[in-house]
Structure formats: structure tokens, C-alpha cells
């Protein structure tokens, strides 16, 4: 499916991000951790602490197709919650800083996935 700007190919990607951070941060000796998981949340979009407006309507977007997607609506926040287990980091933050994940060496339209 080719995309028809900018903004829908980054939907896209963030979406790709959001399922492949969801399945790789289950531990199984803990219990499994989802994005949605029989439509509650589990998951939660952290944004920095002064967003820009692009960043606000990534995530807003993000939030909207898993709601589409799920029927579950991903909170968007700067603090992040201690008991929600899976965080989707949408542009630099403390918490991106705290883990040591930078945006070096990436070009226009890529991101991390970890």
C-alpha cells in the first residue's frame, strides 16, 4: 500500500512500531504485557513535556487508529504511569533520554523500534 504523504506513512510506521514494541516486551515469566488486550488499554503514548504541535498530532493519530483498530483508547501523557506496562515514546522525552535512545543518525521518516 503506497502512502499518499508524509503524515499517513508516518501513521503507518508509528502503528508498525506500536504492534512490534507491544509483542516484544511480553515476559512471559511475569505474565504476557499487550497494546490492547480484550479491548482495555495496556499500553499508554508518552509524549515530551512540551510537545510540538507535529508531536501532539502524531500521537493523537497514533491514539486514534489503535482506538479504531482495538475499540481501546491509549491514554497520552508526559508522566509516565508506574502501572501500565507497556510505554509507545512518540519523539524525544526524559524518559527516551533516560533509556538512551536518540534520534542520531536517523533520516527523515524513520524511527526505533526497541
Not at 7 to 21: E, G, M, P, R
Not at 53 to 62: D, P, S, T, Y
Amino acid at each position: 500500500m503506497r502512502a499518499k504523504n508524509g503524515l499517513s506513512y508516518f501513521i503507518c510506521a508509528a502503528l508498525f512500531a506500536a504492534a512490534a514494541c507491544g509483542c516484544m516486551s511480553a515476559r512471559p515469566a511475569f505474565g504476557e504485557e499487550f497494546i490492547v488486550k480484550d479491548g482495555r488499554p495496556g499500553a499508554e503514548i508518552i509524549i515530551s513535556g512540551k510537545p510540538e504541535r507535529m508531536a501532539k498530532l502524531a500521537a493523537k493519530e497514533l491514539q486514534a487508529y489503535v482506538e479504531i483498530i482495538s475499540g481501546a483508547r491509549l491514554a497520552i501523557t508526559n508522566e509516565a504511569g508506574k502501572d501500565i506496562p507497556v510505554k509507545i515514546y512518540v519523539v524525544k522525552s526524559k524518559y527516551t533520554d533516560q533509556l538512551k535512545i536518540t534520534d542520531e543518525g536517523l533520516k527523515h521518516g524513520e524511527l526505533i523500534v526497541k
